[in-house]
Nanobody
Framework: QVQLVESGGGLVQPGGSLNLSCETS????????IGWFRQAPGKEREGVSC????????VYKNSVRGRFTISRDHAKDTVYLQMSSLQPGDTAFYYC??????????????????????WGQGTQVTVSS
């Protein structure tokens, strides 16, 4: 059974940092891209960052590049999102998701949520003073 479980969300002041974790199970991460998405109230879900597990290629949304870092630990079947210099505009529910790549394991991942097959339940990130 495929599962993705997010953790690490919380309340942080502007300029602060948070580290999100996405623990996966039930599938081989080498054949999947893992993405982080977020959704703020009244807004559409948007892609934040993704990583192709086989070779570690990454993609970032322009507004988070240089502030967020995605990484993966194959031994722990976990993908991380390190977030720094957080701003109130980063406040949202954050989700991780998995996209099956089939045999194209080195294809660059994408930030389109419609391409992802499995989703976690999400974790809330609130940036406020």
């Amino acid at each position: 059974q495929v599962q993705l479980v997010e953790s690490g969300g919380g309340l942080v002041q502007p300029g602060g940092s948070l580290n999100l974790s996405c623990e996966t199970s039930g599938f081989n991460m080498d054949y999947y891209a893992i993405g982080w998405f977020r959704q703020a109230p009244g807004k559409e879900r948007e892609g934040v960052s993704c990583i192709t597990s086989a070779d570690g290629n990454t993609v970032y949304k322009n507004s988070v590049r240089g502030r967020f870092t995605i990484s993966r630990d194959h031994a722990k079947d976990t993908v991380y999102l390190q977030m720094s210099s957080l701003q109130p505009g980063d406040t949202a529910f954050y989700y991780c998701a998995a996209e099956s790549l089939g045999l194209q394991i080195f294809r660059q991942c994408v930030l389109d949520p419609n391409e992802y097959d499995y989703w976690g339940q999400g974790t809330q990130v609130t940036v406020s003073s």
